[in-house]
């Protein structure tokens, strides 16, 4: 009876025969047997052997067949971090997508999905996900950099263009014109201070 294998393997999981278990749910699943509980055991199981391959594998099954399972917001959750530890962003995005938003406000989720845009190059999303991480915690050190150099480099950018178009066309109209533009680039650069200053006092770092 292929159930009272996976029965077995879960009673061996409550005492920790973590091995025996791990058998028995094999011999459960090779006879194409499967329930919500067996597969999350069978998950926990591989992230204690650390294997991502054989863990990916079961919460891909859970989500394909018990989506609407008691679990299924833990197991999502944790797809989407399995995702991110295999470097798969599209199918990590695809998970963000159809997580709740509870999980959504968390802040270990919310730096996950930081990583995931920093990934994939989407910077105006970064730049939101960063002043968010900021609210969670002053001193989120990725988002402070990330935040700090937006600045930083906007101001530079900014003043080297200005600076070489008046350059150019050293007339009283561009002066004015640079003057303008190097008030923006003075709040610019007090931004990235506000952020580079508590970074500054983190570590001593001469970079």
């Not at 025969?17 to 194409?32: I, P």
């Not at 998970?95 to 730096?111: F, I, L, N, P, R």
């Not at 008046?166 to 004015?176: F, L």
């Amino acid at each position: 009876n292929p159930k009272a294998y996976a029965e077995i393997a879960k009673a061996q999981f409550a005492m920790e025969q973590y091995e025996k278990a791990e058998q028995n749910f094999d011999l459960a699943r090779h006879k194409e047997y499967a329930d919500a509980d067996m597969y999350v055991m069978m998950v926990q199981r591989y992230r204690m052997i650390d294997n991502l391959s054989k863990e990916l594998t079961a919460l891909e099954y859970y989500k394909d067949h018990f989506a609407d399972q008691k679990d299924s917001t833990q197991m999502r959750n944790r797809l989407f971090e399995t995702y991110m530890e295999a470097d798969n962003y599209e199918a990590a995005t695809e998970t963000w997508q159809k997580m709740d938003s509870e999980s959504k406000s968390e802040e270990a989720y919310v730096q996950l999905y930081f990583d995931l845009n920093k990934e994939l190059e989407q910077t105006e999303k970064c730049d939101e996900l960063a002043e968010q991480l900021l609210v969670f915690n002053g001193e989120n050190k990725e988002a402070l950099i990330w935040l700090a150099k937006k600045y930083y480099n906007r101001a530079e950018n900014r003043y080297q263009t200005q600076m070489d178009l008046y350059n150019k066309n050293r007339t009283n109209k561009q002066y004015n014109i640079l003057l303008k533009q190097l008030d923006i680039v003075t709040a610019d650069f007090k931004k990235s201070l506000k952020y580079f200053e508590p970074l500054w006092n983190m570590e001593d770092g001469k970079k």
